[in-house]
């Protein structure tokens, strides 16, 4: 695409979207503009209009995706819709060429992977998945010292994301009356919200999984009670091997206390690792005897620092990752930059998440991640449709709990 061209991007999902919005208007990135709008809730799209262009510049709103998909109004799409439902419009984007800019997880079942590895190998359009959390202040600064090469080869490392819920916030999506009975959180196995956790570690050391454990814990049942949980666990652990010999350890939003995110790397000569309870910071260590030669100790704490725009950054929600995110995406489009995550590592996240819960399920046992870059691992997935998601349509076929648990009870 030339430089010079506007890029025309629609919104799908004003919720979340609205953010993004913000991020590109108040980040001055040059050359794009919102040409349209898609929810199913007016509200939220009055609230993005706010922040938008009036009169002849206005984006033209929408409640069909499929009319919002078949307006030829946009080259690029903000798809922020529902968690479980990405891949059938990323699917349905690419198709028509639009580029695809698709947050939380690429995929809920392995078919719905393959179908879209397929469909953007046949596009004109680039894919990539909206994953904020790697473009935080200390994992880009975690990234940065890897890549110098002092610590060495990375052998094993971790990612947690955890986010527990007050009781408040738990009703806002678990309360029927307040999103229907069928909201994806209601349901959402505790391993496939997985890329928060993961998708920094793999951004950073360049490495994909390759095979993957699931283990979980399970609420108490008086404090499930209280939350309205249909689904016994609150945490998911999974043990994940690389391409490159490295062990992952990822614990990806689970709900125990306290609420923060974590990423540590371990390598052959030196480690380094964000502060838990501060991510601006980092601590990198060496071995004594792998120290730099311009290092007095073997050890620092320091805050890390913005490549650019700090300002801007700083301003942005999700420590800044709702800025850098978009920022390239539109460089990618332009051919400025590389996709991350690009349409075979999004697929690859959301398998750990799919076959760690089926892990969960049979015995722990380990589940090897296809290659979805190679026609022939992922042929074997095409036609699996696993969904633990019911609907007013149609019950799940695999569950979204791994343990029967009884009725929490309607909200008061």
């Given at each position: 695409?030339?430089?010079?061209?506007?890029?025309?991007?629609?919104?799908?999902g004003?919720?979340?979207?609205?953010?993004?919005?913000?991020?590109?208007?108040?980040?001055?990135?040059?050359?794009?503009?919102?040409?349209?709008?898609?929810?199913?809730k007016?509200d939220?799209i009055?609230?993005?209009?706010?922040?938008?262009?009036?009169?002849?510049?206005?984006?033209k709103?929408?409640?069909?995706?499929?009319?919002?998909?078949?307006?030829?109004?946009?080259?690029?799409v903000?798809?922020?819709?529902?968690?479980?439902?990405?891949?059938?419009?990323a699917?349905?984007?690419?198709?028509?060429?639009?580029?695809?800019?698709?947050?939380?997880?690429?995929?809920?079942?392995?078919?719905?992977?393959?179908?879209?590895?397929r469909?953007?190998?046949?596009s004109?359009?680039?894919?990539?998945?909206?994953?904020?959390?790697?473009?935080?202040?200390?994992?880009?600064?975690?990234?940065?010292?890897?890549?110098?090469?002092?610590?060495?080869?990375?052998?094993?490392?971790?990612?947690?994301?955890?986010?527990?819920?007050?009781?408040?916030?738990?009703?806002?999506?678990?309360?029927?009356?307040?999103?229907?009975?069928?909201?994806?959180?209601?349901?959402n196995?505790?391993?496939?919200?997985?890329?928060?956790?993961?998708?920094?570690?793999?951004?950073?050391?360049?490495e994909?999984?390759?095979?993957?454990?699931?283990?979980?814990?399970?609420?108490?049942e008086?404090?499930?009670?209280?939350?309205?949980?249909?689904?016994?666990?609150?945490?998911?652990?999974?043990?994940?091997?690389?391409?490159?010999?490295?062990?992952?350890?990822?614990?990806?939003?689970?709900?125990?206390?306290?609420h923060?995110?974590?990423?540590?790397?371990?390598?052959?000569?030196?480690?380094?690792?964000?502060?838990?309870?501060?991510?601006?910071?980092v601590?990198?260590?060496?071995?004594?005897?792998?120290?730099?030669?311009?290092?007095?100790?073997?050890?620092?704490?320091?805050?890390?620092?913005?490549?650019?725009?700090?300002?801007?950054?700083?301003?942005?929600g999700?420590?800044?990752g709702?800025?850098?995110?978009?920022?390239?995406?539109?460089?990618?489009?332009?051919?400025?930059?590389?996709?991350?995550?690009?349409?075979?590592?999004?697929?690859?996240?959301?398998?750990?998440?799919?076959?760690?819960?089926?892990?969960?399920l049979?015995?722990?046992?380990?589940?090897?991640?296809?290659?979805?870059s190679?026609?022939?691992?992922r042929?074997?997935?095409?036609?699996?449709?696993?969904?633990?998601?019911?609907?007013?349509?149609?019950p799940?076929?695999?569950?979204?709990?791994?343990?029967?648990?009884?009725?929490?009870?309607?909200?008061?």
């Open positions: 695409m030339a430089k010079s061209k506007t890029i025309r991007i629609g919104v799908f004003c919720w979340r979207g609205h953010a993004y919005i913000r991020s590109l208007v108040n980040g001055k990135i040059p050359g794009c503009r919102i040409t349209a709008l898609c929810d199913k007016q939220r009055q609230s993005c209009l706010e922040d938008l262009p009036k009169g002849r510049l206005a984006p709103v929408f409640s069909d995706p499929e009319e919002f998909f078949d307006s030829k109004l946009f080259d690029a903000f798809l922020i819709n529902y968690f479980n439902e990405h891949a059938k419009w699917v349905k984007a690419l198709e028509k060429n639009i580029h695809v800019f698709s947050e939380t997880m690429a995929a809920s079942t392995m078919a719905d992977a393959v179908a879209l590895c469909a953007a190998e046949k004109k359009a680039i894919y990539m998945m909206a994953e904020n959390y790697p473009h935080s202040k200390g994992n880009l600064e975690l990234k940065k010292v890897y890549e110098s090469g002092t610590l060495g080869k990375v052998l094993f490392a971790e990612g947690e994301y955890v986010h527990p819920m007050s009781p408040n916030e738990s009703r806002r999506y678990r309360d029927p009356s307040v999103q229907g009975p069928y909201h994806w959180r209601r349901f196995p505790i391993t496939y919200y997985c890329s928060h956790a993961l998708a920094p570690l793999m951004y950073m050391t360049g994909m999984p390759k095979r993957v454990v699931g283990m979980c814990a399970y609420t108490p008086e404090v499930r009670q209280i939350y309205h949980s249909k689904k016994a666990e609150s945490v998911g652990v999974m043990l994940i091997t690389t391409d490159g010999d490295a062990v992952f350890r990822v614990n990806g939003s689970s709900s125990m206390g306290p923060g995110n974590w990423y540590r790397l371990a390598c052959t000569k030196g480690g380094a690792e964000t502060i838990r309870g501060n991510q601006r910071k601590r990198v260590a060496y071995n004594s005897w792998n120290k730099p030669e311009d290092w007095e100790e073997s050890e620092k704490t320091y805050e890390a620092e913005w490549p650019s725009d700090a300002e801007i950054a700083d301003a942005a999700h420590g800044g709702d800025y850098w995110v978009v920022r390239k995406f539109i460089e990618s489009i332009r051919g400025e930059n590389t996709p991350f995550p690009n349409v075979y590592q999004a697929c690859a996240m959301s398998a750990v998440g799919i076959l760690g819960w089926r892990s969960i049979n015995g722990n046992i380990p589940y090897d991640i296809p290659d979805f190679n026609e022939e691992e042929k074997k997935w095409q036609d699996d449709r696993q969904f633990p998601y019911p609907s007013e349509d149609a799940n076929n695999i569950p979204f709990t791994s343990r029967p648990v009884t009725d929490a009870g309607d909200w008061n």
